[in-house]
């Protein structure tokens, strides 16, 4: 009788090879990790740190010569988080296979197939996280803010905004995400152009925004896209836009590695949950329906929403919409 589990290829329940390639993706337009950074955790459900207005409160700590000196425990409360499955599958088809199977070509071919694939699961968990942050009914009332017209003054419109997630966290915002059209809002705006006129208002970018703005840890412009209606491309960021929050400075990703900086136990705008050694790619399997090779690609992850305002909603960021030009 044969041991079906005798070779470690057969024990094996995930390539090591292409999951490295997976978990090695990154994309530099995206900003669900400039967002949301991810740190790991160990199980698919359970209680993280909710932030929220306990460290505010003052004591009077005076205390006369034997009486009991006032003690205080650590005081938070939790929230839940439930890990989401986010599944792809990419797909060799063996005349192809066949074709590149001399030499390393075949790891390349999947390779190629699982970096295509990484990219397609980004682009999905880059809708979600974007789904999350824009939406209104998720922050404090007064988080939100509509223009709904032009812009004279942007330092006046962030300044104000930054003093709100102040009052709701106790810090500046440092962090800012603006649509495509904003940008090229603000490169146009008189004020800004006035301080470039002696170089070029096409000098005008995104790190000058963020110095302009007091925003440490950056601005990102939001130029990906989807697939919309009648097979064109709209941005994902919606039109109009800015999402101003605190993150700990240095706590972001560009794909699906954890991020340096990120600690579930500091207080941010959102952190991206990722179930640690994920995502993987699992062992090729060959599929006789439609003769091509398979792997699956598998995340498990979620984003949530960290430190809250005087209400219980999203206090560490304010979504500014309906600017024009």
Known sequence: MVDIY???????VNDPVITSVVQGYANSVGIAGFIAPTVPVTTRAGQVVRFG???????????????????VSPSFSTDSYFIRQHAI??????????EAINGEARIDL?????????????????????????????YEPGNVVAVGG??????????????????????????AVIASDVFRFTKRNAVYRDRVKYTSSASINSDMIAAWWDLSRGVRVGTRQRLGNAG????????????????????????????????????????????EGYPIAEAERYDPDNKTYVTDLIAEQDIQLVSMGETGKAGAGVLITGITG
């Not at 207005?53 to 003690?71: C, H, Q, S, W, Y």
């Open 89 to 98: 599958g990419s797909a060799v088809p063996r005349e192809v296979y066949e």
């Open 110 to 138: 999947r390779s190629r197939a699982a970096s295509r694939t990484a990219a397609l699961l980004y682009q999905s968990w880059e809708a979600r996280v974007i789904a999350q942050v824009y939406d209104p009914t998720r």
């Open 232 to 275: 064109r491309l709209v941005d994902m960021v919606p039109a109009g836009s800015i999402l101003l929050f605190y993150n700990p400075e240095g706590a972001v990703n560009d794909g699906f590695m954890p991020a340096d900086g990120a600690d579930r136990a500091e207080a941010a705008f959102a952190y991206t949950y990722q179930l």
């Open 6 to 12: 005798s070779t470690d290829a057969q024990l094996r």
């Open 53 to 71: 207005r306990e460290d505010f409160v003052v004591m009077d700590l005076n205390r006369a010569p034997g009486a009991t000196i006032k003690r």
């Open 150 to 175: 032009p812009v004279a003054d942007f330092d006046n419109l962030i300044s104000d905004a930054q003093e709100q997630v102040r009052r709701q966290i106790g810090r500046y915002a440092n962090s």
